[in-house]
Each structure stands twice: as structure tokens, then as C-alpha cells.
């Protein structure tokens, strides 16, 4: 059974960092693109940034590019998203996907507050 | 403003047959395969459709894509209560190196 389980999520104050993890299960995580994506409330669906089996190439949503970084470690089925300089409107739900999103994890809440 | 064009709004009565609309470029619809999610508050995107016209495993044959050049199509078959939900459709863009997305349509049942 695939399994996707996000962690790392919660408050952080503006200017602030949090890393996101998504570890893997049932299935050959080295074999797939990953990615990150969030609802933003009133703007729908958005790719936050994606990553190739090997690491090799990473893309990023023009609103996040700078500040956060995309990795993963084929060795521990795990997938990350280090988030710097958080802003208000980077606070919504963060979802784990394997490739275009077939299967999720069950999401992680950021919210970025003082 | 997203990058790929929907109507904001659809309806349909129960049994009726609705198409949703997502009209693009050539740098993403046009070179490229065309996804189809369905999304309720505050769950994870279901993907209903992949490489343009694909179910995966699961989805009902009652939903289908389609493509014709810098646009694509959903539609839904034998309409259900539970079916209403906002559509989404997406496509990877050449121009912007990214995976871009529709802005969304609200299917109601009536």
C-alpha cells in the first residue's frame, strides 16, 4: 500500500523557517518525481516545487523561488521542503505527491504568525 | 490570473452529462499532457485524469478528458450529488518551467 506521511509543520513567526518532511512507504521512491503542493484559499491549487528521481532537477512557483528548497533522500524514501523568510501568505496546508499526484500524503498545516 | 483558462462555475442536474473547459498556450496544453483533479476543503487534490485522457484506478469511467490543441476538456457523465466539487485542471509549461494550473470550476448539482 503506498503511503505518504507529511511531518515538520506548524507555527512560525514571519521571517521564519520550518522543514517539512514526507516519508515514503510501498512503493520505489527513487523511481518517481515528488513534489510539494498547497491550496491557497482563494487561489486555488499550486505546485510549490517538484523534484526528479535523482535530485537533478528541481523546479519552484515563482512566489517561493529564493526561499524555499526542494530534497530528498532516495536512501530513506524521504521527501523535504525547507522553508525560509515565511510569509503570511505561504500559510495554508502543504501536501506530499508522488509525480503528478496519483497519491498524497495527508498534509501539513503551516502557519506563519506573530 | 492563472495560467490555464476555466469557467468559473458549472451545473448540471443528476444523470445529466457536463464538460469543464481549460484553455492554455502552446508552451503548456499544446506541447504537453493535461491533468484533471477534483478537490474538496480541506482534503488532497483526487486525480481523475492523467496524460490528457488516462483514469487512474479507481475513478469511474463516468469521468473522461480530452485535447485539442492549446485546450482540454473534462467531462462527467451520469452526473451524481457527489460530484459536486471544484475541478481543477493542469499541464507542465515549457515557458515557465513549471507545472501550472487552472484556476478552477465549482460544479454544482442541482
Known amino acids: 500500500e503506498v503511503q505518504l506521511v507529511e511531518s515538520g509543520g506548524g507555527l512560525v513567526q514571519p521571517g521564519g523557517s520550518l522543514r517539512l518532511s514526507c516519508t515514503a512507504s510501498?512503493?520505489?521512491?527513487?523511481?518517481?518525481?515528488m513534489g510539494w503542493l498547497r491550496q491557497v484559499p482563494g487561489k486555488g491549487l499550486e505546485w510549490v516545487a517538484i523534484?526528479?528521481?535523482?535530485?537533478?532537477?528541481?523546479y519552484y512557483v515563482d512566489s517561493v523561488k529564493g526561499r524555499f528548497t526542494i530534497s530528498r533522500d532516495n536512501a530513506k524514501n524521504s521527501l523535504y521542503l525547507q522553508m525560509d523568510s515565511l510569509r503570511a501568505e505561504d500559510m495554508t496546508v502543504y501536501y506530499c505527491?508522488?509525480?503528478?499526484?496519483?497519491?498524497w500524503g495527508q498534509g501539513t498545516l503551516v502557519t506563519v504568525s506573530s | 490570473q492563472s495560467v490555464l483558462a476555466q469557467p468559473p462555475s458549472a451545473s448540471g442536474t443528476p444523470g445529466q452529462r457536463v464538460t469543464i473547459s481549460c484553455s492554455g498556450s502552446y508552451s503548456n496544453i499544446g506541447k504537453n499532457l493535461v491533468y484533471w483533479y477534483q478537490n474538496l476543503p480541506g482534503t488532497a487534490p483526487r486525480l481523475l485524469i492523467y496524460d490528457n485522457n488516462q483514469r487512474p484506478s479507481g475513478v469511474p469511467d463516468r469521468f473522461s478528458g480530452s485535447k485539442s490543441g492549446t485546450s482540454a476538456s473534462l467531462a462527467i457523465t451520469g452526473l451524481r450529488s457527489e460530484d459536486e466539487a471544484d475541478y481543477f485542471c493542469a499541464a507542465w509549461d515549457d515557458s515557465l518551467s513549471g507545472r501550472v494550473f487552472g484556476g478552477g470550476t465549482k460544479l454544482t448539482v442541482l
Open positions: 505527491g508522488r509525480d503528478w499526484g496519483e497519491y
Open positions: 523534484i526528479k528521481q535523482d535530485g537533478s532537477e528541481k
Open positions: 510501498g512503493f520505489t521512491f527513487s523511481n518517481y518525481w
